[in-house]
Nanobody
Framework: QVQLVESGGGLVQPGGSLRLSCAAS????????MGWYRQAPGKERELVAS???????NYADSVKGRFTISRDDAKSTVYLQMTSLKPEDTAVYYC????????????WGQGTQVTVSS
């Protein structure tokens, strides 16, 4: 069984920074692509950023230049460094990781709230 546990969310003023972490635990044989999604009230869940096993990254246009995704496979952890935060970044942030435990499957974290407000 695999669990993804997110941390690092909270309330921050516009222009501020936060760093999200997502640690995977359980019967993990291999990790593949790791990513962050977000869902604001009344909106669909959207991809924020993803990172491949080779370190190739992909970002939503709305966060390019402000957010940085990274991973530490030794810790089975993916990070999202968020800077220059805007009120429109307010959402629940979810990590999503493709993991091999005998078969490849995608797993979701429980979500962490990020609120950008003065």
């Amino acid at each position: 069984q695999v669990q993804l546990v997110e941390s690092g969310g909270g309330l921050v003023q516009p222009g501020g920074s936060l760093r999200l972490s997502c640690a995977a635990s359980g019967s993990i044989s291999r990790l593949n692509v790791m990513g962050w999604y977000r869902q604001a009230p009344g909106k669909e869940r959207e991809l924020v950023a993803s990172i491949s096993t080779g370190g190739n990254t992909n970002y939503a246009d709305s966060v390019k230049g402000r957010f940085t995704i990274s991973r530490d496979d030794a810790k089975s952890t993916v990070y999202l460094q968020m800077t220059s935060l805007k009120p429109e970044d307010t959402a629940v942030y979810y990590c999503n990781t493709r993991i091999y435990t005998g078969a490849w499957s995608y797993y979701w974290g429980q979500g962490t709230q990020v609120t950008v407000s003065s």
